[in-house]
Each structure stands twice: as C-alpha cells, then as structure tokens.
C-alpha cells in the first residue's frame, strides 16, 4: 500500500507542473490565468500567446501524463498487491488531478485534457486514435473547442466496452468513465456558456466556415 502511495504521490507532483505556467516564467514571466478565459490550459495559451507558446505547453502537459502513466507505475518500488493495469489507471488519474489542482501554483491549474491525452496514450493509444477523431469532428462541425473536448472524454469509456476487453471490470473503462466526468467537471464554465450561447467558437477549424 505504501508504494502505491507513493506513486500517486508521484504522479500528482508531476501533473502539478503546469506547462503553460513553466512556459509562461521563460516569456517575460507571463500568467495566462490573467488573459483571456483565465485558464492555464493549452487553448487559451494559444488564444493569448501563439502556436510557439501552446506547443510548447502541449508537450510538457501530455508528457507529463505520459511519464505519470507509463513510468511511475514501473518506478523500483515494492510491487507487492499492485496490478499493473489499474498502477497504471490510478497514477494517470492522479497526474490529470494534479493538473487541475496544481500544489505547486496554488491549486489553480488546467482542465485536464492535454495530461488526459498523454495518460491515455500509454494506456490504450487506439482509445486516443478514436477521442482525437472524435474531437476533430465535432471540432469541424461545431466549432467549440470545449464541446470537442467533452464529447472525445465520453468516447473513451464507450470504446472501452465495445473493444475487447474485459468491459465494466477493465481499468480502461473506470478510468474513462471517471475522467469523463471530472473533464465535465473541469468544464462546468463551458458547458454554461454552451447553453447560453456566449461560448468562444473557433470558426476557422468549421467546415462551413472554410467553404465561404
């Protein structure tokens, strides 16, 4: 039980580092938490900074979630009572947490979608070929980023029953359908200004939009 506490332990600290504010301390000390939508995500560095700027928060967010799931869980630890499959899940769980309510910057990081895609990535990476899919469709067709996002989140516990696979008892699916509502959760702003009406819409990456 121990060891597994540390690696969560582990993990959280690593998701805890939020790329875009690492970044942010190498551009003038910038905080994009005081531009635009206020969040530390990649999309509102891109909106505030630029592709440079976001790119760079991209790789250390889903790198992040990538050492969280495929490295921790393997750290030289006791590995007494552990499987390495739901290791794996928890530790993943932990990094995207971390991200959100980041120690090292007061509890106020991201969304956890970008250390969501990492973690995926070393769990199932067809389950990530179907989210990434899935949120470059909507992303097409509707234009919201946020919707994009969600709808790929959901995606990932519904492939992890119809895949083979143990189903409802395998840790693909608990972790998908956990962080499908935590990403809901981290949402909550969007999903409001969804129904209102007022969300942000990226009308360049809109299908109609380009054939005008």
Same mark, same amino acid.
């Given at each position: 039980?121990?060891?597994?506490v540390? @690696?969560?332990?582990?993990?959280?600290?690593?998701?805890?580092? &939020?790329?875009?504010?690492?970044?942010g301390?190498?551009?003038?000390?910038?905080?994009?938490?005081k531009?635009?939508?206020?969040?530390?995500g990649?999309?509102?560095?891109?909106r505030?900074?630029?592709?440079v /700027?976001?790119?760079?928060?991209?790789?250390?967010?889903?790198?992040?979630?990538?050492? !969280? +799931?495929?490295?921790?869980?393997? $750290?030289?630890?006791?590995?007494? /009572?552990?499987?390495?499959?739901?290791?794996?899940?928890?530790?993943? !769980?932990?990094? &995207?947490?971390?991200?959100?309510?980041?120690?090292? /910057?007061?509890?106020?990081?991201?969304?956890? +979608?970008?250390?969501?895609?990492?973690?995926?990535?070393?769990?199932?990476?067809?389950?990530?070929? $179907?989210?990434?899919?899935?949120?470059?469709l909507?992303?097409?067709?509707?234009g919201?980023?946020? $919707?994009?996002?969600l709808l790929?989140?959901?995606?990932?516990?519904v492939?992890?029953l119809?895949?083979?696979?143990?189903? /409802?008892?395998?840790?693909?699916?608990?972790?998908?359908? !956990?962080? +499908?509502?935590?990403?809901?959760?981290?949402?909550?702003?969007?999903? @409001?200004?969804?129904?209102t009406?007022?969300?942000n819409?990226?009308? @360049?990456?809109?299908?109609?939009? @380009?054939?005008?």
């Amino acid at each position: 039980m121990l060891a597994l506490v540390i @690696r969560i332990l582990v993990a959280y600290l690593l998701g805890s580092l &939020i790329g875009s504010l690492i970044v942010g301390k190498f551009y003038g000390g910038v905080d994009i938490r005081k531009s635009g939508s206020g969040n530390a995500g990649s999309t509102n560095a891109l909106r505030t900074q630029g592709k440079v /700027f976001a790119l760079w928060v991209i790789i250390i967010d889903v790198g992040k979630g990538m050492l !969280a +799931a495929g490295v921790v869980p393997y $750290l030289p630890l006791s590995h007494a /009572f552990l499987n390495p499959g739901w290791t794996a899940v928890i530790c993943g !769980a932990a990094s &995207i947490v971390g991200h959100v309510f980041p120690v090292f /910057f007061r509890f106020h990081g991201g969304k956890g +979608a970008a250390t969501f895609l990492g973690v995926l990535l070393m769990l199932a990476w067809p389950a990530l070929i $179907l989210a990434l899919v899935v949120w470059a469709l909507a992303l097409m067709l509707s234009g919201y980023v946020s $919707l994009s996002t969600l709808l790929a989140a959901c995606s990932v516990p519904v492939y992890a029953l119809l895949a083979p696979g143990d189903g /409802f008892a395998s840790p693909l699916f608990w972790f998908g359908f !956990a962080m +499908a509502l935590f990403i809901l959760f981290t949402h909550r702003s969007n999903i @409001r200004r969804l129904v209102t009406g007022s969300e942000n819409r990226f009308k @360049r990456a809109m299908l109609w939009h @380009r054939q005008r």
